[in-house]
């Protein structure tokens, strides 16, 4: 049922030329040029049936010492929106965030486990690459350097190299995670993924390294100040939908196809090779097992990024967010929220306003955010009096009860202020699909790191329809 993690809570570091005892543990994945690590894991098992008594853990709409989280279910059923805030991830100073947007009949219960054991499996991979390297006696990268004499060019080259392993390792631990949950739920017993999945915008944020994990078109951004010291959004994942080039041309390759509905012209779907269905609005999904074979796969994109002081917070929302507001009225909004404490609830409720205002006859989706600041400070205001959550708000996050409201906060927003949303008529410069989308090798190699995915733009679902299997599929 996931990964479990069994480790030791001290670690010591020295120069292993000096003969001194040494453990390298995970402080091989800190920041460079710090002290190693007060402690890596937590002294017992980490295993699915102690997550409710883990400290420095929510997932539920409230606050920590860093963040605050919040979700709302929408007008298509259950909310199949999940998010996970924790803190002393691995570490004292290392964050981990997530948001997991799930979809089909049983997409809510896909992002829950998601959420759930995906940090497990993390935390395990990087178990298994300290015990590795307690094995080969490798030295500990965090240490600083020693000796009365430095030869600077050779010093550089050192930092330099530490620093491309340092991102080869977590792009390792990353893309190994995602593939062993996306196997877990292959053969989970219980949980039917064949026609339900889940997005991913994962972040583990450690000094001043940020590393992310995506797949999906839940997004994550970042509020930072420019050089004259105003606010700005800085688009940190790409939205991983069907249209994009690589992505498409790697369905076609699978002989899946890509092409949007006539009533829907601006949204890009998956369909099978023998059959309309299932119509999945992204490239990139776990389970969907339906379409594994067909191009769609669970495979991260991974990316590194140095912080600054001029980076202010981060926010991670699922597409419920992203359909209504622009990154820029995202960072405006929590830029803007009388509390920290406050910020992705009014977020949400800025979402539902717009949902309301620009697409009245929709169905509107699921929200849900994290919004992480980054200079780690929370306000002091309790989430009962500043906030009037819910009673399923106010239920302690580390109670042991399993139990999860699927309603969210449906207060107006309280920020009033006036939104300007791109409609679909208006995001014409992004591009439409025609009816069948035609591919080709040098479309796929394109350049695409700017790529916004159709921001401001609605869709009816992520998925249309379940699979209508023919009687007799075509032969290969």
């Known amino acids: 049922m996931g990964g479990c993690v069994s480790t030791s809570s001290k670690s010591t570091c020295s120069n292993k030329s000096n003969g001194d005892k040494f453990s390298p543990s995970c402080c091989d994945v800190g920041f460079l040029g710090q002290k190693c690590w007060k402690r890596t894991f937590s002294d017992h098992v980490i295993g699915l049936q102690h997550l409710p008594s883990i400290p420095n853990r929510i997932f539920m709409n409230g606050k920590s010492q860093t963040s605050c989280i919040f979700t709302q279910q929408g007008r298509k059923g259950i909310n199949q929106d999940a998010m996970i805030v924790w803190e002393d991830f691995m570490s004292e100073d290392a964050i981990f965030c997530g948001v997991f947007d799930g979809h089909g009949p049983h997409g809510h219960l896909v992002a829950r486990k998601v959420r759930d054991t995906l940090p497990l499996k993390l935390l395990s991979f990087l178990h298994s690459q300290q015990s590795r390297e307690n094995g080969t006696g490798r030295t500990c990268r965090c240490c600083c350097f020693r000796g009365n004499s430095i030869n600077l060019d050779e010093e550089f080259q050192k930092v330099c190299s530490a620093k491309e392993e340092l991102n080869s390792l977590w792009k390792e631990a990353f893309l190994k995670s995602y593939k062993s949950m ?45 050089s004259s010291d105003s606010m700005v959004a800085v688009q940190l994942t790409i939205d991983l939908k069907p249209d994009l080039p690589r992505e498409a041309e790697r369905i076609k ?77 995202v960072v405006e909004i929590v830029s803007s929220a009388p509390t920290r404490s406050s910020a992705a609830r009014i977020l949400v409720d800025s979402a539902a306003r717009e949902w309301k205002l620009k697409y009245p006859t929709s169905k509107m989706d699921d929200c849900a955010v994290v919004c992480m600041f980054l200079d780690g400070k929370m306000d002091s205001e309790s989430d009962y009096e500043d906030q009037c959550y819910s009673s399923a708000t106010l239920q302690s996050n580390h109670s042991g009860n399993a139990d999860e409201s699927d309603d969210g906060q449906k207060s107006e927003p309280s920020l009033q202020r006036n939104f300007t949303v791109r409609s679909s008529e208006e995001s014409d410069h992004y591009g439409r699909l025609p009816t069948e989308f035609e591919g080709n090798g040098e479309a796929a190699v394109a350049e695409d790191q700017n790529w916004l995915g159709l921001e401001g733009v609605t869709r009816v679902n992520s998925l249309v329809q379940l699979p209508r299997f023919s009687e007799e599929r075509p032969t290969s």
Not at 184 to 213: W, Y
Not at 287 to 306: A, M, N, Q, W
Not at 308 to 318: C, E, G, N, R
Request: charged letters at 25%; one cysteine or more.
């Open 182 to 226: 996306d196997k877990e739920l292959r053969s989970h017993p219980n949980l039917d993924c064949f026609c339900s999945g889940s997005t991913a915008v994962t972040i583990v944020k450690q000094g001043s390294n940020l590393f992310m994990g995506y797949i999906g078109d839940s997004r994550a951004i970042m509020g930072s100040k420019d």
């Open 253 to 329: 390759r699978c002989k899946g196809r890509v092409f949007a509905l006539q009533d829907e012209p601006e949204v890009p779907r998956v369909w099978l090779p023998f059959d309309d269905a299932p119509g999945l609005a992204m490239a990139r999904a776990f389970g969907d097992f339906c379409l594994k074979e067909y191009g769609v796969i669970s495979t991260p994109e991974f990316s590194h990024r140095t912080l600054t002081k001029k980076d202010q917070f981060i926010v991670l929302a699922s597409d419920g967010v992203w359909d209504v507001l622009s990154n820029e009225e």
